[in-house]
């Protein structure tokens, strides 16, 4: 509660200009874009390598080019930032073209460590600047990496910048004691857990979320919920469809992620209809309200993350 009177006190003047976060249609790619509070956008849908092993990461996001994808997700602790530097040399694109993210891990967590494992994730990645870098987890020293974010940001070779998996006290707190409001909050959002209270804190200050995990992995047999079912036979789509347009339609950004290209084609396919409110608040029903794979306040997930040397 007091968090909450907090956001609210201090995002006043913020969600005046919350129209920042904005989207618009590319026809080109039938892609829809949000627009960041520093006036650079993202591509609405982004392609995750997370558990792709390296030596297919290559093939797997070339295929992703082909079929339409223009924003690759990494991280150093997905071990694969290099073979995804392959695969943007490799393709026909243009650099300016793709939109590259990576996140910086605990174990390189400070200010001087988050400098050189950023320069260390260039050279993996084969480039001169990324177009997004964020804190992977709100553990170690993250305050100093921010520090460093923010002034990498200045120097020109970060585009944008924010954080992941920080819950709404802690990207409150950071942006309450810092110069530079996160561009953007990257958190699990899915059927289970769909992160309304999260979803208000980062519109109230300003900042975009971007779902991880859309999923659940379909556990629980998620793709065969009525709900998502009736939905679906509506718009004739398929529930995997239906599960990324509804994040679309509450304006948060989603990655996805497959190693078959006919389901990186059936996840591109979300961009020609649009859910209605009340089926949204249909699917409000499926949510339980809280992660069915993580707990980031358990001991033992910061112990194992901190104790993950990359």
Same mark, same amino acid.
């Given at each position: 509660?007091?968090?909450?009177?907090?956001?609210?006190?201090?995002?006043?003047?913020?969600?005046?200009?919350?129209?920042?976060?904005?989207?618009?249609?590319?026809?080109?790619?039938?892609?829809?874009?949000?627009? /960041?509070?520093?006036?650079?956008?993202?591509?609405?849908?982004?392609?995750?390598?997370?558990?792709?092993?390296?030596?297919?990461?290559?093939?797997?996001? @070339? *295929? #992703?080019?082909?079929?339409?994808?223009?924003?690759?997700?990494?991280?150093?602790?997905?071990?694969?930032?290099?073979?995804?530097?392959?695969?943007?040399?490799?393709?026909?694109?243009?650099?300016?073209?793709?939109?590259?993210?990576?996140?910086?891990?605990?174990?390189?967590?400070?200010?001087?460590? &988050?400098?050189?494992?950023?320069?260390?994730?260039?050279?993996?990645?084969?480039?001169?600047?990324?177009?997004?870098? +964020?804190?992977?987890?709100?553990?170690?020293?993250?305050?100093?990496?921010?520090?460093?974010?923010?002034? @990498?940001? *200045?120097?020109?070779?970060?585009?944008?910048?924010?954080?992941?998996?920080?819950?709404?006290?802690?990207? /409150?707190? +950071?942006?309450?004691?810092?110069?530079? &409001?996160?561009?953007?909050?990257?958190?699990?959002?899915?059927?289970?857990?769909?992160?309304?209270? #999260?979803?208000?804190?980062?519109?109230?200050?300003?900042?975009?979320?971007? #779902?991880?995990?859309?999923?659940?992995?379909?556990?629980?047999?998620?793709?065969?919920?009525?709900?998502?079912?009736?939905?679906?036979?509506?718009?004739?789509?398929?529930?995997?469809?239906?599960?990324?347009?509804?994040? =679309?339609?509450?304006?948060?950004?989603?990655?996805?992620?497959?190693?078959?290209?006919?389901? =990186?084609?059936?996840?591109?396919?979300?961009?020609?209809?649009?859910?209605? *409110?009340?089926?949204?608040? +249909?699917?409000?029903?499926?949510? &339980?309200?809280?992660?069915?794979?993580?707990?980031?306040?358990?001991?033992?997930?910061?112990?194992?993350?901190?104790?993950?040397?990359?």
């Amino acid at each position: 509660m007091v968090v909450k009177k907090l956001i609210n006190k201090f995002s006043f003047d913020k969600e005046k200009d919350n129209k920042n976060i904005s989207s618009s249609y590319n026809e080109d790619y039938k892609m829809q874009y949000f627009k /960041l509070n520093n006036g650079e956008k993202i591509p609405a849908l982004s392609f995750g390598v997370y558990e792709i092993k390296p030596k297919l990461t290559k093939e797997v996001v @070339l *295929k #992703a080019f082909d079929v339409g994808y223009r924003s690759i997700d990494t991280a150093q602790v997905y071990y694969n930032e290099k073979e995804v530097g392959d695969a943007v040399k490799e393709s026909e694109l243009s650099r300016e073209d793709v939109f590259i993210t990576t996140k910086n891990w605990v174990s390189n967590a400070g200010y001087d460590k &988050t400098i050189k494992a950023f320069n260390k994730s260039l050279e993996n990645l084969q480039t001169d600047y990324l177009d997004l870098f +964020l804190i992977h987890e709100p553990f170690g020293d993250y305050y100093g990496s921010y520090r460093a974010l923010e002034d @990498l940001q *200045k120097e020109g070779k970060i585009i944008s910048i924010g954080v992941s998996n920080f819950n709404s006290a802690r990207l /409150l707190d +950071l942006v309450m004691n810092n110069d530079i &409001t996160p561009q953007l909050n990257q958190v699990e959002t899915t059927p289970y857990f769909q992160q309304y209270e #999260a979803n208000e804190c980062m519109k109230k200050l300003n900042v975009l979320h971007q #779902a991880w995990g859309p999923f659940s992995e379909g556990l629980n047999n998620l793709f065969k919920n009525p709900i998502l079912v009736k939905i679906a036979e509506k718009y004739s789509k398929s529930t995997y469809q239906i599960v990324l347009r509804c994040l =679309m339609d509450r304006g948060i950004a989603g990655i996805c992620s497959s190693i078959k290209k006919e389901r =990186m084609l059936e996840n591109m396919d979300i961009f020609d209809f649009k859910l209605s *409110k009340s089926e949204i608040e +249909l699917i409000k029903e499926i949510d &339980t309200g809280k992660s069915p794979f993580i707990d980031f306040d358990s001991l033992e997930i910061v112990k194992e993350f901190n104790e993950e040397i990359v």
